[in-house]
């Protein structure tokens, strides 16, 4: 989504909920959560798994190893969500990694004014039964970006397409 699309479309939005009564209508709900799903939309990559659970972990992974990037711990998150209450928690693990210097390069390249990368990938069984990954979507993010950030968020997002590209359809 272009930068002309995106930007319209918070500024639609914060007006709406700055003049948002405390309770707000069905109507206005609706419409604030049409809204976040456009956002969401963009700012998150969510695609169909070519291989099974274990083997997505892996291949991330290893993938991620093979490039340099830092990569940390998988978390389980169904065995967390468990421990919390939920008894049909499906399967869900999350991936941290990174590519090598990243956050430096998007703080250099935004003056010191950007928050760090989430770094991670959602690996997880969708209610379709269907496996998923899903991560922050750094291609399109980049379009919304000025300058130099811009650059930098492309860079990484080619980065990261490649990492994906035998993984994910």
Known sequence: MKKAI????LALSLPALAQTPAQP???????AMLQQAVVMSVMYDLRKSRLGFEETISA??????KRGWQVGAVQDMQAQMREAGAK???RMKVVHLCPAGANEKVAKAAGGKAPPLPCRATVFDGKDGQLYVMRMNLTN???TL???LAKA???LGAEEEALYKGIVE
């Open 141 to 143: 993010l980049a379009k």
């Open 146 to 148: 000025p300058g130099d």
């Open 60 to 65: 991330i992974k290893s993938g991620a190893e």
């Open 6 to 9: 995106l930007f319209p479309l």
């Open 25 to 31: 209508t069905p109507e206005q709900m609706q419409k």
């Open 153 to 155: 968020m492309a860079e």
């Open 88 to 90: 049909d928690a499906k």
